[in-house]
């Protein structure tokens, strides 16, 4: 019997071709090496990424409820003087920081579910491999996508809302880490506009910055988990 190390304070064995998860003294979960690797390479960073957004969103509220706690002491007219002295101070919490540290999460898990496109791209029985460096200039996701499809016959969720949003994602993503998230510097700006235009909880504001909301990065992971469960043939709960 070969350890595994022990993760989330249960001790993982491997026995035969099944897993045993060891939660109780007397109960057990038997699990396959793909519902396995799904809650290591998948749920496990996920939860992470998912915990460390509300972790922003809770403490940027704190921050901002600081200095309303600290004008709600004084009277009405003092109250404006008090705003105006700090309004430099309020912004950096209220849009300022929200936006960076969005912006920032966002680029990470992005990178996170395609590296796990490309991982899922295994050689064939014929030896053909999959290739980052290919002519095609699709993004790295969508050769991802061909390439599960074409050559290893994968089901491949694509008329999902997820994977629509994290294709989408793609160009949102593209133009904050290339352009500093100025859509008007954006190579594809017509379309760019046309997808944030259509989509939820982003916008482009009067300086034509894209502005994610606290909500953006939590839909992200909701929908990095509905596809990549299915492609790692895992049946979750509706998140």
Same mark, same amino acid.
């Given at each position: ?13 491997i026995l035969h071709?099944?897993i045993i ?11 396959t090496?793909?519902k /396995?690797?799904?809650? @290591?390479? !998948?749920?496990? *960073?996920?939860?992470? &990424?998912? #915990?460390?957004?509300?972790? $922003?969103?809770?403490?940027l509220?704190?921050e901002v409820g ?7 002491e ?7 003087s008090?705003?105006?002295?700090h ?9 300022d ?7 920032s999460?966002?680029t ?7 590296s796990?496109l490309?991982?899922l791209?295994?050689p064939?029985?014929?030896g053909r491999?999959f ?6 200039r ?13 050559? /290893?016959?994968?089901? @491949?969720? !694509?008329?999902? *809302?997820?994977?629509? &949003?994290? #294709?989408n994602?793609n160009? $949102?993503?593209?133009?904050l ?5 100025d859509v008007?510097?954006f ?9 944030i235009?259509?989509?939820e909880?982003v916008m482009?504001?009067q ?5 994610l ?5 939590l839909?992200f ?17 509706e998140?």
């Amino acid at each position: 019997m070969e350890a595994v190390p022990e993760w989330n304070g249960e001790k993982v064995h491997i026995l035969h071709e099944e897993i045993i998860l060891s939660k109780e003294e007397n109960g057990i979960e038997r699990m396959t090496p793909s519902k /396995l690797q799904y809650l @290591f390479d !998948v749920e496990h *960073p996920l939860n992470q &990424f998912e #915990q460390y957004a509300e972790f $922003i969103e809770r403490s940027l509220k704190s921050e901002v409820g600081r200095y309303e706690k600290m004008a709600a002491e004084f009277d009405e007219e003092d109250q404006e003087s008090f705003w105006d002295w700090h309004i430099d101070e309020v912004s950096l919490y209220r849009s300022d920081f929200p936006n960076i540290l969005r912006s920032s999460l966002l680029t990470s898990m992005y990178s996170f579910v395609e590296s796990k496109l490309v991982a899922l791209c295994h050689p064939t029985e014929s030896g053909r491999t999959f290739s980052k460096r290919s002519s095609s200039r699709k993004p790295l996701i969508n050769k991802a996508r061909d390439y599960l499809i074409t050559e /290893l016959n994968v089901a @491949f969720p !694509v008329d999902t *809302p997820a994977w629509k &949003f994290i #294709q989408n994602t793609n160009r $949102i993503r593209n133009c904050l880490v290339h352009s500093g998230g100025d859509v008007s510097a954006f190579r594809s700006e017509r379309k760019l506009r046309n997808i944030i235009a259509d989509m939820e909880y982003v916008m482009i504001d009067q300086r034509d910055k894209i502005i994610l909301d606290e909500t953006f990065c939590l839909a992200f992971i909701d929908h990095s988990f509905v596809l990549l469960s299915a492609l790692y043939n895992v049946q979750i709960e509706e998140q």
